[in-house]
């Protein structure tokens, strides 16, 4: 474990419409739309997930490791003023997340194949990456699309997100390609919902989320996105 970042518990369930229209109407009388969402209360979000030659993300993941690693290019609303290169690591039951801005340029250069444009002298991060794509051959696999509607309290750094219209882009890499048209991963009637903390969720919020009636899942949207790619095309995991 590194002690050096922040972790965080996060929770995950799979609910219905029903149930989000409930649980979202508690919390809108006691959490505050994130700062970054727009006038429908949400945000666009595309990221492009990374994995090995062997599929080593996907592999332990689904194997139920506890302690891994998934590497990812993410964005928001479409918009090339913020691309971040992050690294998603889970430790037990909690998570941890780094990640390093990228220019649309290096993006650009990446998705071309040259991986030396993240060479960078103080960046560790992404001297990993490199030497990840260098020696075990990480690629860009699956891109994963959604709606968030998030939800924030700071007594406990609480975050709580749903995430609506789960879609791949199947074998499209490129996350800014205007014509790329995602395809529904999930049924469109689920969202996920997570929940996110430090030590503690205040006492009011957790009798609002009523997590106890709730089935509790790994929904890794990677992984539900990996699998969709499997079975409705020719990849061969």
Same mark, same amino acid.
């Given at each position: 474990m590194n002690t050096n970042l922040n972790y965080r518990n996060e929770l995950k369930f799979f609910i219905n419409h029903h149930q989000y229209f409930i649980i979202r109407q508690r919390l809108k009388d006691l959490m505050q739309p994130d700062k970054h969402v727009g006038p429908s209360g949400?945000?666009?979000? $595309?990221?492009?997930?990374?994995?090995?030659?062997?599929n080593k993300a996907l592999h332990e993941k689904q194997g139920g490791i506890r302690d891994r690693s998934k590497y990812r290019?993410?964005?928001?609303?479409?918009?090339d003023n913020i691309i971040h290169f992050e690294k998603k690591i889970k430790f037990k039951d909690y998570i941890a997340k780094v990640k390093e801005p990228l220019t649309r340029a290096m993006y650009d250069q990446l998705i071309a194949g040259q991986f030396d444009v993240l060479k960078e002298g103080n960046k560790p991060l992404l001297n990993e990456i490199h030497n990840e794509m260098k020696h075990n051959l990480l690629r860009p696999k699956v891109i994963v699309d959604y709606v968030r509607e998030p939800y924030v309290y700071d007594n406990?750094?609480?975050?709580?997100?749903?995430?609506?219209?789960? $879609?791949?882009?199947?074998?499209?890499?490129?996350?800014?390609?205007?014509?790329?048209?995602?395809?529904?991963?999930?049924?469109?009637?689920?969202? +996920?919902?997570?929940?996110?903390?430090?030590?503690?969720?205040?006492?009011?919020?957790? +009798?609002?989320?009523?997590?106890?009636?709730?089935?509790?899942?790994?929904?890794?949207?990677?992984?539900?996105?990996?699998?969709?790619?499997?079975y409705n095309t020719w990849e061969d995991q």
């Open positions: 949400e945000y666009h979000i $595309r990221s492009l997930y990374f994995d090995d030659i062997n290019i993410r964005i928001y609303n479409g918009n406990g750094n609480v975050r709580i997100t749903f995430d609506k219209n789960l $879609r791949t882009g199947l074998h499209a890499i490129d996350i800014f390609d205007q014509t790329l048209d995602p395809i529904q991963a999930i049924d469109n009637e689920m969202i +996920i919902l997570e929940v996110k903390f430090d030590g503690y969720i205040p006492a009011f919020i957790k +009798i609002a989320l009523q997590l106890e009636g709730l089935n509790r899942q790994s929904a890794s949207k990677y992984v539900i996105c990996r699998k969709f790619l499997k």
